[in-house]
């Protein structure tokens, strides 16, 4: 009896533990990390928290337990959250989005990674852009954000980009190193009216804006990068076969640094869309899930391609498929999402983003 008792009391801690994990990650779409940054580190772990509770629950329901509604209340806010990572889109959804009428553009969003696919399947950075190059070309966008691209010179960037992407213009901006320049970099067949940059204090990330007019609409594309949390996962693997603390702590720091900066940044950005007189598209890699306050921020005024026309699992981070969603776009509220596909394409530890927005 005594065993009984000590593992009923053992079970209902657990999962008052894990159910309380789960509400904490609701919380972190409004904390702003800067303030709490814990709080945003348990929002990334979302995914795994609801399922958790709900093995928890199922172990309940089968034991007849009244402690079915720990879970059981802890993931009914999860509902509401869970379409930011997987979706389900019909045929009939399908069909009645493309019998549109009016102007779309298509839009290509994709952290290339400065070419470095490591998988062994390229020989150089040089293949690996080619084969970006080749992808790229083959979606026809109208407009593309790049995020991480790579150049050995930077003089020589127009010249190459004049002979890969004859048809875009470019717009960039990217940071010098000892080993060539990377940055961000917008290409469209649509003119452009205006354009600038955001610089990050103390950061190598940024978000470039441009400014387009297209059958009388008059919009801006925010091509943003924002902070990444800079840890290598192969890294941290050996760490554990190693038992190197060091490892784990130098990770932590790190992660530390990058959740309290990137709501800086956001906020410029936001302080930025606020400002601006026209409609605003937020295209990028926001290192950050949809369960953040990155995620919350930016999508105020604005719809998410994947949960308006996405189809199966949102994951854009190709390490760790399919729990990882980091990449978006961003579109007006007034506006449509036709289409938005992320093809599986082996350049870049992340995956593009593809969708055709109508005006």
Known sequence: MARNRFFGLTSRVLMLIVAGLLVLSYASIVVNPARLW???????FFVPLSVLNLILLLWAVKRR??????PLLALLPAFFFVGRYVQSDSDEDRIARMSHTGNTIKVVSYNVGR?????????????????????????????????????????????LLRKRMSDYKAEYYMFPTGNGAF??????RIPVKNKGVIKFDGSANLAIYTDYSFHGKDFRVYNCHFESYNISLSGLLRAISRKDSGVFAEAGNKMKRSITRRPKQVNQVFSDIENCPIDSFVCGDFND???????YRMTRGRKDAF?????????????????????????????????????????????????????
Request: net charge negative.
């Open 65 to 70: 337990s009244k402690s079915l509604l720990i």
């Open 307 to 359: 949960v308006e026309a996405g189809d199966g699992f949102g994951a854009t981070y190709a390490t760790l498929w399919p729990v990882l969603r980091i990449d978006y776009v961003l579109f007006p509220e007034r506006f449509k999402a036709v289409s938005h596909e992320i093809p599986r394409v082996p350049y870049s530890d992340h995956y593009p983003v593809v969708t055709e927005i109508e005006l």
């Open 289 to 295: 899930n949809p369960m953040s306050y990155t995620y």
């Open 183 to 188: 940055g961000n970099i917008t290409l469209s």
């Open 115 to 159: 070419f470095a696919c490591d998988d062994g399947e390229f020989a150089s950075r040089k293949d690996c852009a080619d084969s970006v190059f080749a992808f790229i070309l083959e979606q026809n966008p109208d407009i593309i954000c790049l995020q991480e691209f790579h150049i050995s010179d930077v003089n020589n960037i127009r010249a």
């Open 38 to 44: 814990f709080v945003s580190l348990v929002g990334i």
